[in-house]
């Protein structure tokens, strides 16, 4: 089985229960409410939320919603907004376009904003399309003085992500809409960057949902571990452009240092429901911690007629974790978990014996999430077997 583990014993111990599971930091088990209550935002995280409810045309949730962030890949929405204006309602993309638009838009690829940025102003995309004639945004504006070609670093609010959504569903021609929001469906889980993406909206609710996330965290976030399925765990970080090496400067109005994730797009039939929540986190913070925070965040909204998905949230421990089609060690994995994240489990049954010595367990976990198993060792609960957790 491979993984990394933890150097020696004495780690271990500091990390483990005596049944050889994770308790530090582990989250309380709860199974997912049927409603959300107001905003919850973990300790150490900075957040802004919006919830708009297209049927009603009322926010549900609204937290501050003009603090700006540092847009990290959201700004890829604009780009691809840029690109489409004014091309009229019978405009088809060519193939040559989809080529870079598509990955750009489900799986982030870094590579396109990059050279569409080089190609088509830079700081310019921003300021034509928050004009009043184009969107109206009230709070997005160009990366900083002397960070000009960091389009990540590019400003933006939970409300003019509502906007930029309201106009993609309500005003845009047909074809834009439908090309955005039907690439904006197809996200993939694994990033091109081997990012796992599905966290915040992803992870906090059943499809239908369309996403538009972003990452930024420096050295902070760990190389990514996710790979699409049958394929090997590969690590990857993020390009210059959005996790630069650089350290900006202090004074920026913007915070351009924290780590970051955020998560943008629609919930429920009809699109009824934008979402955008952005958060920032705690120097330091890993990869793994900063997507479950940003799942906490996102699972306590009220997200009306959102179909929330059955099973009970579990901490993790221990770094790339596989994720394996059965309850054995037998087949490759399908990917890997961030360092630490929560995961959804949605039954539990024994399977092949795994040790990590001085401990063993025969049980796994189903992270219907992932459509795959994890053994129980690396699951943070204070037995082999999960308490509450229904048998497969």
């Known amino acids: 089985m491979k993984r990394r ?19 530090a930091d582990a989250p309380s088990v709860r199974p997912e409410a049927a409603t959300a209550a107001a905003v919850q935002v ?8 919006a919830v708009f409810d297209r049927e ?3 926010f549900t949730e609204e937290l501050n919603t003009s603090t700006q962030f540092r847009s990290a890949s959201i700004v890829k929405l604009l780009m691809a907004l840029d690109y489409l204006w004014n091309r009229g309602p019978d405009y088809v993309v060519p193939p040559g376009d989809r080529a870079w ?29 928050a004009r009043a004639d184009r969107l109206n945004l009230k709070d997005t504006a160009p990366p900083p003085a002397g960070y000009e070609g960091f389009w990540g670093y590019t400003a933006i609010s939970a409300r003019d992500t509502v906007s930029i959504y309201r106009y993609l569903l309500d005003k845009a021609p047909a074809p834009v809409r439908d090309f955005v929001m039907g690439n904006l469906r197809q996200s993939t889980r694994c990033a091109s960057d081997s ?8 992870g906090a609710f059943q499809k239908p949902w369309a996403v538009k996330q972003g990452w930024s965290g420096g050295s902070s976030f760990e190389a990514g571990t996710c790979t699409p399925e049958g394929g090997t765990p590969t690590v990857a970080s993020r390009t210059a452009a959005s996790a630069p090496a650089v350290t900006p400067a202090a004074a920026a109005d913007v915070n351009l240092t924290r780590p970051a994730l955020h998560s943008t797009g629609t919930v429920g039939p009809n699109d009824r429901n934008i979402v955008a929540v952005y958060t920032l986190h705690a120097a330091g913070t890993s990869y793994g911690k900063a997507y479950t925070d940003i799942g906490r965040v996102t699972r306590s909204l009220n997200v009306p007629g959102a179909a929330r998905p059955a099973g009970w949230w579990y901490g993790t421990w221990s770094d790339h974790v596989n994720v394996r089609r059965n309850p054995n060690t037998a087949d490759d994995p399908m990917t890997q978990l961030p360092a630490g994240v929560e995961v959804l489990v949605g039954c539990q049954k024994k399977g092949q014996q795994v040790s990590v010595p001085p401990y063993t367990n025969d049980w796994w976990a189903y992270l219907p999430q992932y459509g795959g198993w994890i053994t129980n060792i690396y699951i943070s609960s204070p037995g082999n077997k999960m308490p509450d957790v229904k048998d497969c």
């Open 42 to 49: 973990p300790p150490g995280v900075t957040a802004g939320v």
């Open 195 to 202: 990012f796992d993406q599905h966290f915040g909206i992803a």
């Open 101 to 129: 638009l598509e990955p750009m838009l489900r799986s982030s690829k870094d590579s396109p904003a990059d050279s569409y940025w080089s190609d088509h102003g830079g700081s310019a995309i921003i300021t034509r399309m």
């Open 5 to 23: 583990l933890l150097a020696t014993v004495a780690s271990l111990l500091l990390v483990c229960g005596a049944a050889g599971t994770a308790v």
């Open 56 to 58: 009603a045309g009322t």
